[in-house]
């Protein structure tokens, strides 16, 4: 992630940063998920935003 909110690019769209609130709770709100559901398969899965997605569909 980069060290400036303001300066965002390709990297940070990529990616889920689990450590980021507002990042984990606009994945759970867009699949109607838990905050807790959605840090659990980043942690299972990577921080991809791709294979989060893919594996909340799969839920």
Do not use: C
């Not at 905050?35 to 989060?52: E, M, P, Q, W």
């Amino acid at each position: 992630m980069a060290d400036s909110k303001s300066k965002r690019g390709k990297a940070d769209r990529s990616r889920v940063s689990g450590s980021e609130p507002y990042e984990v709770y606009y994945v759970a709100r867009k699949y109607g998920v838990s905050a807790d559901t959605v840090r659990k398969v980043i942690k299972r899965v990577g921080n991809s935003r791709k294979k989060v997605y893919a594996a909340l569909d799969k839920m």
